[in-house]
């Protein structure tokens, strides 16, 4: 994450010496990495796809360009899990990652993510609504998406944020009295140190 400092006391001259990973893109070869792994769910959920992410996973609008601001891929991973209304947490979990040539690619992806998600809440008549920044990584933003109604009704939270020249999100999805915000949280926060060490 840009701006993360270093520092080493040089004891024998009383120095402190200061270093700093800014500027370390975050590498290409490392994108199967960027995104959560089954390690860092419960073994009840089951990876069911992982991979490049395709053409036919782009979203429709100014993200739907595979090469859009310098894009150089991208990479996904999806879990789910079996439950009943009874059952608390996510039932679905998509996690991605998206790597661009400069940050400045980055910067103005996560710019068309966060103008989807304001379209979408704008087209939702009410079922939508935007949230507030994550409050982690270089920048970010999240939404809420309730489909249905009673205890039918089905919560998506989506979680987005940039780190360096990559973007991400995670998507969770389960039965509206039982997924929480915090739950989505806390997994882009476990995708956002993955990425964090995925430096070149």
Known sequence: ????????LL?????????TDEGLPLCKAKLPEMVLQPSDLPNTYEQFDY????RADMPQGPRGDPFRFGREGGWKARYRRLGSRRISGPLVIESRADLFETDD????????????????????????????????????????????SGPRAVRFLTVAWRI???TASVVVSGFAGGVSFEEAIAL??????????ATC
């Open 105 to 148: 690619g980055a910067v103005k992806d996560l710019g068309a993510h966060r103008e989807e998600l304001r379209a979408a809440v704008e087209a939702s008549d009410g079922a939508a609504r935007l949230l507030a920044d994550p409050g982690f990584a270089d920048e970010g933003t999240a939404m809420s998406l309730t489909q249905g």
């Open 1 to 8: 994450m840009s701006g993360r400092i270093c520092a080493t």
């Open 164 to 166: 360096d020249n990559a």
């Open 188 to 197: 882009a926060r476990a995708q956002d140190r993955r990425m964090a060490g």
């Open 11 to 19: 004891l024998t001259s009383a120095l402190v010496w200061g270093c």
């Open 51 to 54: 991979g490049r992410l395709a």
